[in-house]
């Protein structure tokens, strides 16, 4: 069974930096595709990057050039950092993890505020 944790949220000024962190229990991780999702208020769920097992990335438009996503697949985690942070950044962003098979896991999202 895969559990997802992420840690790392909080509130932060216009243009400011945070790190979020995903870890995973379960040996299948270095074999899975990796994502950060995020939702924001009212609105629909969205993806913010996702990584390969090998470390290939994709980005949204919104967060490419702000937003590094990476794994350590010795640690089992996958990391989300967050440069130039804007109001529209604020959301509750969730880690998520899908198998070689197709099976999707959740975490249970951990809350970004951006907010002078």
């Known amino acids: 069974q895969v559990q997802l944790v992420e840690s790392g949220g909080g509130l932060v000024q216009p243009g400011g930096s945070l790190s979020l962190s995903c870890a995973a229990t379960?040996?299948?991780?270095?074999?899975?595709?990796m994502a950060w999702y995020r939702q924001p208020p009212d609105k629909q769920r969205e993806t913010v990057a996702t990584?390969?097992?090998?470390?290939?990335?994709i980005y949204g438009n919104s967060v490419r050039g702000r937003f590094t996503i990476s794994r350590d697949n010795v640690k089992n985690t996958v990391d989300l950092e967050m440069n130039d942070l804007k109001p529209a950044d604020t959301a509750v962003y969730y880690c998520?993890?899908?198998?070689?098979?197709?099976?999707?896991?959740w975490g249970q999202g951990t809350q970004v505020t951006v907010s002078a």
């Open positions: 379960g040996s299948i991780f270095s074999t899975s595709d």
């Open positions: 998520r993890l899908r198998t070689p098979t197709g099976d999707l896991y």
């Open positions: 990584i390969t097992p090998t470390g290939a990335t």
